[in-house]
C-alpha cells in the first residue's frame, strides 16, 4: 500500500472478542465458517449466502431468527460469533429531521453518525471509517481530536447497521426506504483505512443485503494521492475531494496533507481515478471562509483548476466552533461565489446546514461530544478530591 499509517501506540490491547459476522463478505463468511469447523467446506458457500442475507437483508441480531439454518448450525455458529449490535451511547434528532447517533463499538472507542433526510434518492448517512483523525486540518473541530485507531469492517457497516434500525428499514428491498446513499465523510481520513472502507462497501453493496448501489456511496478524501487509484479500483465508489483552496499555500495551511501531496499531484491523482466520466463526476467539497477563500478572484481560479474534470462543486457554509479563527462567509459572498461556477457550467450547490443544534454538521462530528465528557469528567474529579 503506498500510504499507511503506524497505529502500534495508538492501538490500546485488546482482549480477543468474537468474531462479529457483519464485517465479513460473504466470501469472507464462507472462509470463516470453514476455518472455525462450524460448517462443512461444501456447503459454506450457501450457508454464507443464507447468513449474509439474515443479517444484511433481514437485519437479524440473533442466529436463533434464522429459522432456515439448521439448529446444530446455528449452535455452532453461536459458539463461534457474533451478530451484537454496537451500544448507542447518546441518540439524537434535530428540529430538521437530522439523526445523529454517538455509537460505542468497544471499550473506549466511540463514534458518530448521521443520517440527513431528502439527501441523494432519500436520504444520506454520514459514516466514519477512523476514532479521531490524523489530519488536523485547521477549520475542522472534528480533525483537532486525536487519532485512536482504525475502525474494522464491521464497526464501519455497524452504523449502517443502526441507522436502519432506527428507521425501521428492514428488510432491505423496501421500495419506501429513506435510506439510499451512504457518504464517507465523517470522522477520520478513509484512504488511510482502505482495506476496511473496501470491504464495508462490498457488504453495504451486495444485492444479497443492504443492496445500495456503488453509484450512490462516496468516499471523501483530503488528498491521500497514492490511494486514490486503488480506491478506484478496488470499490467503484463515488469520490469526493476536500479541497477548500485552489493554490498550494493557503491548502498547506487550512489541509496540511498538501504539504505531502501538492494541488498538482492531486489533480493528477483525480484525472487518473477510475471510472470518472459525466455521469460519475468528481465532487469537491469547498468550506466557504470569511476573507479567506471566498473572494471572486478564488472563484476564477476554481474554474481554471478543474478544466477537464468531470466535476461538481459543494459550497459548504463554515460552521463555527469555541476558538476557532475562522468566521463563515456572508451569503451574498456565497451565492456570488456560486454565481461564476455556475456561469462556467459546474453545479455548485451551497450546502444547506443540516442536524447544527444537534452538531451534527459538517466538521463538528464527537466535538461537542468530547467537550461534554471531559466536562462530566473534571466534574467528578473534583468531588472525588474534595
Not at 480477543?16 to 469472507?28: C, F, Y
Not at 481530536?145 to 449502517?160: C, F, K, M, Y
Not at 446513499?181 to 443485503?209: C, H, K, R, T
Not at 461565489?337 to 444547506?352: D, H, Q, V
Request: net charge neutral; hydrophobic share 40%; proline share 5%.
Amino acid at each position: 500500500m503506498g500510504a499507511t499509517l503506524n497505529l502500534a501506540r495508538a492501538t490500546p490491547a485488546v482482549a480477543a472478542a468474537p468474531v462479529n459476522l457483519s464485517g465479513l463478505t460473504r466470501e469472507g463468511l464462507a472462509r470463516a465458517f470453514v476455518e472455525a469447523g462450524a460448517v462443512p467446506a461444501d456447503k459454506a458457500r450457501m450457508r454464507a449466502t443464507q447468513v449474509f442475507r439474515w443479517i444484511h437483508h433481514r437485519g437479524a441480531t440473533s442466529f436463533d431468527q434464522m429459522t432456515d439454518v439448521a439448529k446444530d448450525t446455528r449452535a455452532a455458529l453461536a459458539e463461534h460469533f457474533t451478530l451484537a449490535r454496537p451500544e448507542i451511547v447518546e441518540r439524537q434528532v434535530s428540529t430538521d429531521g437530522t439523526r445523529k447517533w454517538l455509537i460505542r463499538t468497544a471499550p473506549g472507542i466511540e463514534v458518530e453518525a448521521v443520517y440527513i433526510p431528502d439527501v441523494g434518492r432519500s436520504g444520506a448517512l454520514c459514516v466514519s471509517s477512523q476514532v479521531g483523525c490524523t489530519l488536523n486540518c485547521t477549520f475542522c473541530h472534528t480533525g483537532t481530536q486525536a487519532l485512536v485507531r482504525n475502525l474494522t469492517a464491521a464497526e464501519i457497516v455497524a452504523q449502517v447497521q443502526v441507522c436502519k434500525d432506527d428507521l425501521e428499514e428492514w428488510p432491505s428491498d423496501r421500495e419506501d426506504r429513506r435510506l439510499s446513499n451512504i457518504v464517507f465523510m465523517g470522522m477520520g481520513e478513509p484512504l488511510y483505512n482502505l482495506d476496511n472502507v473496501a470491504d464495508a462497501i462490498d457488504i453495504i453493496s451486495d444485492n444479497e443485503g443492504i443492496g445500495i448501489s456503488r453509484r450512490r456511496i462516496t468516499v471523501s478524501t483530503s488528498g491521500v494521492v497514492p490511494e486514490l487509484k486503488a480506491l478506484g479500483e478496488r470499490t467503484q465508489a463515488m469520490l469526493a475531494i476536500s479541497l477548500h483552496a485552489t493554490n498550494d499555500d493557503l491548502r498547506d495551511v487550512l489541509v496540511p496533507i498538501n504539504r505531502k501531496y501538492d494541488i498538482a499531484a492531486l489533480m493528477d491523482g483525480i484525472r487518473a481515478y477510475p471510472g470518472i466520466s459525466n455521469a460519475r463526476r468528481v465532487t469537491f467539497e469547498y468550506v466557504m471562509l470569511k476573507g479567506v477563500n471566498d473572494s471572486p478572484e478564488e472563484a476564477l481560479a476554481l474554474v481554471r483548476l478543474l478544466k477537464g474534470i468531470p466535476a461538481k462543486i459543494n459550497l459548504i457554509p463554515f460552521n463555527p466552533w469555541p476558538g476557532t479563527p475562522y468566521e463563515c462567509s456572508d451569503w451574498a459572498t456565497i451565492e456570488r461565489f456560486a454565481a461564476i461556477l455556475n456561469k462556467a457550467g459546474y453545479s455548485s450547490p451551497i450546502r444547506t446546514p443540516r442536524g447544527r443544534d444537534i452538531l451534527a454538521a459538517c466538521g463538528q462530528l464527537k466535538s461537542e461530544s468530547e467537550k461534554v465528557r471531559a466536562s462530566v469528567r473534571r466534574k467528578a474529579e473534583a468531588l472525588a478530591s474534595g
